[in-house]
């Protein structure tokens, strides 16, 4: 059996070049996806896990990120004298979401290379890794499904999702054998973005991992891998093919709703599937976007 799970990291050091000019001064966290940063809800997602001790890998101009979540004092007392109480309630909420911690990952090496990052913070105990592109759907629990697989079988457990075959490409992609539990994978193999038609399966890792300790021990001798950065995808194989010490590596199938946000398309994609079903702005949204698609027709 595992040790409880109480601590939840969030890399959030990339650049978002791919959204540039909007993230040369803003962090590509710090986006709005309907009425929220993109980064509060992988914040929400790890508390509604009861993960409330929340460390974030940052670098260079991320302290919108810090200011999101702490107290903004000036803008409360405005609020308060106005009767706002229910814009206050919304502010107030990022602020009381969780206890945040920040640790700047320095040279950029890769995701590998962040979440060694956290090693001082989470010692030796197993913790949840969430990727602030991914956002998953509160109406679909992962992070509780694999924390409690981490549990049961004292492994590192990684989120996987079957992709078409032509996207494998753009993820790390996972050998996997069945178990005895339906959608729950042993990974035997991992391999890193592999070139078009050599990819072992459509199983891609998702932004979602449960990690035993052990991945600092790999991380530390992993040398740079693909884009010449340290990669995770590589320390995890390593894990993958040493189940003795490890524990091995272990899957579970996500066949919910995820939201990428990493991507211009997808993220407004996103924007459009989360706010037509807003509790505020559904009902309105989604009468005016089949008007509107209905014309593009035309």
């Given amino acids: 059996m595992g040790f409880q799970i109480t601590k939840a990291v969030i890399p959030a050091a990339g650049l978002g070049t791919r959204f540039l000019p909007a993230t040369k001064a803003m962090p590509k966290e710090m986006l709005p996806v309907v009425d929220r940063p993109a980064i ?6 790890a508390v ?3 993960l409330h001790d929340v460390l974030m890998i940052t670098g260079r101009n991320k302290n919108a990120l ?7 004092a000036e ?18 909420e990022s602020t009381d979401l969780a206890d945040v911690h920040y640790v700047r990952q320095g040279d950029p090496k890769g995701l590998g290379h962040a979440v060694l990052r956290a090693q001082m913070h989470v010692g030796r105990e197993p913790f949840a890794v969430l990727l602030g592109d991914d956002i998953i759907d509160a109406r679909d629990p992962l992070l509780t499904k694999m924390m409690s697989e981490q549990i049961k079988r004292n492994a590192t457990i990684v989120a996987l999702l079957e992709v078409d075959p032509s996207q494998t490409h753009l993820y790390g992609v996972a050998t996997v054998e069945e178990t005895e539990d339906e ?4 990974i ?3 391999v890193e973005k592999p070139a078009p ?6 199983y891609a890792i998702i932004g979602r991992y449960v990690l035993r300790p052990e991945i600092f021990d790999v991380l530390e001798k992993t040398e740079p891998g693909k884009g010449g950065e340290i990669q995770l995808t590589d320390a995890l194989q390593k894990m993958a093919g040493a189940p003795e010490w490890t524990g091995g590596v272990y899957g579970v199938v996500f066949r919910g709703r995820r939201y990428d946000t990493g991507d211009r398309l997808d993220y407004l994609k996103a924007i459009v599937q989360l706010a037509s079903d807003h509790s505020d702005l559904g009902d309105d949204f989604r009468p005016w976007l089949k008007e509107f698609s209905s014309a593009l027709d035309s």
Avoid: C, M
């Fill in 40 to 45: 509060q809800y992988v914040v929400e997602e």
């Fill in 75 to 92: 803008l409360e007392a405005t609020l308060l004298k106005k009767g706002d109480s229910e814009r206050l309630r919304k502010v107030n």
């Fill in 188 to 190: 035997t193999d991992l």
């Fill in 66 to 72: 810090e200011n999101h979540f702490d107290r903004n």
């Fill in 197 to 202: 038609g050599t990819s072992p399966s459509n």
């Fill in 183 to 186: 959608d729950v994978v042993r």
């Fill in 48 to 50: 509604s896990a009861g």
